[in-house]
């Protein structure tokens, strides 16, 4: 009985062994499936006619050149030039508004007033600098008709504007052409994505990652220019051109089995 005894315990506890053992086994689970993807990139460029523009131009007045040690008490000078460069401006924007351009496309900016030196020729050592005050006014202009261009820069040079800066291109809807950029990279990377798989012989699976790598760039073209007259024997041509507008995309499709 006493070696008996020994025995029972000594199996049941291999059993129980051989048990633990195979119980993992049996709730092994497989491993991940090993996915295959295709990553295109792509660019696109699109060419817009702008169909709308702006145009700065700056008038000023320039009051006499005194001593520098009179330059403080030249306030009569100052308050001329200022008046004058108003009448100046208000007569600007009504040779605008007769060329068709609208009250609400006019904008006059604030006055802006700059004190020069004018260094004397050194013909004595004791010339004194002279000073004069330059009153300023910059006049913005947008254009919605670009064949009113040339008129209104005949109206510009008749008013005698002391500086035209160029014109500014633009589009009056910028979201619908920067739309129509990024969806031409998106094309264009379905495009890459159907002819490399055709050439490896491999099926497009759903798409799994989508990338705007350069949001579509839109930059206004801006053309320095000189306004001719009026009088001019030949009226000149003003050519827009076109805006580039730029969009990047990055996209992954998963290769179907």
């Not at 007045?61 to 401006?89: F, Y």
């Not at 619908?176 to 990024?182: E, G, H, I, M």
């Not at 491999?202 to 990338?211: A, F, Q, S």
């Not at 053309?223 to 030949?234: H, I, N, P």
């Amino acid at each position: 009985m006493l070696r008996k005894d020994i025995r029972l315990p000594f199996m049941a506890t291999a059993l129980f062994g051989a048990l633990l053992i195979a119980v993992p086994q049996a709730q092994a689970k497989p491993g991940p499936k090993t996915s295959h993807e295709l990553h295109v990139q792509a660019q696109s460029s699109l060419d817009v006619a702008p169909d709308m523009a702006r145009l700065n131009a700056r008038l000023w007045e320039r009051t006499p050149a005194v001593a520098r040690s009179e330059a403080d008490n030249d306030t009569q000078a100052l308050g001329d030039a200022r008046d004058q460069l108003e009448s100046r401006t208000g007569d600007l924007i009504r040779a605008l508004e007769d060329a068709g351009v609208e009250s609400r496309d006019i904008q006059a900016g604030s006055l802006n007033v700059r004190p020069e030196i004018i260094s004397r020729s050194q013909q004595s050592d004791d010339a004194e600098d002279q000073v004069r005050t330059q009153v300023e006014r910059p006049v913005s202009v947008t254009i919605r008709d670009l064949e009113r261009l040339p008129r209104i820069l005949d109206a510009l040079t008749a008013a005698g504007v002391d500086a035209l800066d160029g014109v500014e291109y633009d589009l009056k809807d910028r979201d619908a052409a920067t739309d129509k950029a990024l969806s031409k990279a998106l094309e264009r990377a379905r495009h890459k994505a159907e002819l490399m798989a055709d050439t490896l012989k491999v099926k497009l699976g759903d798409v799994t990652n989508v990338e705007e790598t350069q949001p579509p760039t839109y930059t206004p073209r801006t053309m320095m220019m000189r306004a001719e007259s009026a009088d001019a024997k030949s009226a000149p041509e003003y050519h827009a051109g076109e805006i580039a507008i730029d969009a990047s995309v990055n996209v992954t499709w998963e290769i179907a089995d």
